[in-house]
């Protein structure tokens, strides 16, 4: 089977290298402000995300409520217990903050758009993944800073929940009941252009991602990081990705789920947003040199996800469907 490259994983690629050569570019003192524009950016990745929400959907999708339950339980509860197990044994500053961007990671909601893609390919239930992949990110909006203030307060003396959630309100949540209350009237609208959306969701993402590394590279964070830590993040979240994966599966059996519904489980249980990590690690982590770092585990798990789930769902696909 060919497998194609991500042209979007290629794109951050090529955002990283261009903020090793000239960090100037997004630093504070540029020219160009990208803090503002990734801001105005942000609300209206999320103004355009609450427009595709269709009510309808979000009604039906209610009645499978155990499924749900266990993608939403998997996201929010299993990835981060599992990266918690480790954090005894992390001893430096150095380790302390690969594991924080691990746990950011595990805390973070599940991908939208390529995991209803991939539950298509698959043959699985696909209303339950729109339904799923959707809500997820509601919900991370007020879960995913919980998980990283439970230990972001004892690190960053500026980690103040109250105006993280209120920024969060005024970036996110408030764009994305605009969009709500306008889907009657400009939904046909969002899902004729969403091709053209998800462009500009995208350089959004890379521009954020570039000013994260451009202020990281310029400070030198990266210099503590060497060929040996990416090595390590890179068979951690392989590790990770296959333990939520087959425990979601495990879960979805023991519960008599359908072929159909397990797939929907374990494609939108076992997966992260890149979207939503690099919006809200611009909130979460706005005053840390770090960030960049932070980030690592999840562009990796983000590449990793993509390619491991493609192979998968092109096997499933070619499976013989038995009428019920």
């Not at 991908?111 to 992949?133: C, D, L, Q, R, Y």
């Not at 005024?170 to 009237?185: F, M």
């Not at 830590?229 to 296959?242: E, G, N, P, Q, R």
């Amino acid at each position: 089977m060919k497998m194609k490259i991500d042209k979007f994983i290629l794109g951050i690629i090529g955002v990283v290298l261009l903020a090793y050569f000239f960090p100037e570019w997004g630093s504070s003192d540029s020219p160009i402000p990208l803090n503002l524009i990734g801001s105005i950016g942000i609300s209206l990745i999320f103004f355009f995300y609450g427009l595709k929400l269709s009510p309808a959907q979000i009604k039906t999708g209610l009645k499978n409520w155990q499924l749900h339950i266990l993608v939403q339980f998997s996201t929010f509860l299993v990835f981060p217990l599992i990266v918690l197990l480790f954090y005894p044994f992390m001893r430096s500053a150095h380790e302390q903050t690969l594991w924080l961007g691990f746990l950011f990671l595990a805390a973070l909601p599940s991908t939208v758009s390529s995991s209803v893609v991939m539950v298509n390919i698959a043959k699985g239930n696909v209303p339950a993944a729109i339904f799923n992949a959707s809500i997820s990110g509601l919900i991370g909006i007020v879960i995913t800073p919980l998980w990283m203030g439970l230990f972001m307060q004892h690190t960053a003396t500026d980690f103040n929940l109250s105006s993280i959630y209120l920024k969060l309100i005024t970036e996110i949540l408030v764009p994305v009941a605009l969009g709500v209350a306008l889907q009657p009237y400009w939904g046909k609208f969002a899902q004729e252009y969403s091709r053209y959306l998800t462009s500009f969701d995208r350089s959004i993402i890379l521009l954020i991602i570039f000013k994260s590394f451009a202020e990281s590279f310029e400070k030198n964070v990266f210099s503590s990081v060497d060929v040996g830590d990416l090595l390590l993040i890179s068979v951690a979240t392989t590790a990770l990705f296959y333990a939520v994966f087959f425990l979601t599966g495990f879960m979805a059996d023991q519960l008599g789920f359908s072929q159909e519904d397990r797939i929907t489980v374990q494609f939108c249980g076992s997966k992260k947003s890149l979207v939503h990590g690099t919006v809200f690690s611009k909130i979460l982590f706005q005053h840390l040199p770090s960030v960049g770092i932070m980030l690592l585990p999840l562009m990796i798990f983000h590449a990793l996800q993509l390619f491991i789930v493609s192979v998968i769902a092109s096997k499933l696909a070619k499976r013989d469907i038995i009428p019920t």
